[in-house]
Nanobody, 129 residues
Framework: QVQLIESGGGLVQAGGSLRVSCAAS????????MGWFRQAPGKEREFVAA????????YYADSVKGRFTISRDNAKNTLYLQMNSLKPEDTAVYYC??????????????????????WGQGTQVTVSS
């Protein structure tokens, strides 16, 4: 079992920055590939970013590339998503997710939510215009 707890969401003005975190427990953190997904009201859940177990490979949705940065600290069992140049369309509940069956330095299916076995409860990010 893997437990995931997100934190750091909030309200920010357009153009601002925010960092959300995800604390993991229940399994050696370096054995888990991690991802961030988001879901806006009335919309499907969508992939945001993912990072390999080693942290050496990252993957981004086109909509956030160049603005968001995913990172992890395996010593602290924590995943991060640094969000810069935020836009109102980034408003959503952000979820971290864990995928167990991956290689150490890459993820075969980083964008497929169905491949992630564990999910956090989500944290709300609201960007005002």
């Amino acid at each position: 079992q893997v437990q995931l707890i997100e934190s750091g969401g909030g309200l920010v003005q357009a153009g601002g920055s925010l960092r959300v975190s995800c604390a993991a427990s229940g399994r050696t953190f370096s054995s888990i590939a991690m991802g961030w997904f988001r879901q806006a009201p009335g919309k499907e859940r969508e992939f945001v970013a993912a990072i390999s177990r080693s942290g050496s490979n990252t993957y981004y949705a086109d909509s956030v590339k160049g603005r968001f940065t995913i990172s992890r600290d395996n010593a602290k069992n924590t995943l991060y998503l640094q969000m810069n140049s935020l836009k109102p369309e980034d408003t959503a509940v952000y979820y971290c997710a864990a995928q167990l069956s991956t290689f150490y330095t890459s993820i075969t299916y980083p964008t497929d939510g169905a491949k992630y076995e564990y999910w956090g409860q989500g944290t709300q990010v609201t960007v005002s215009s």
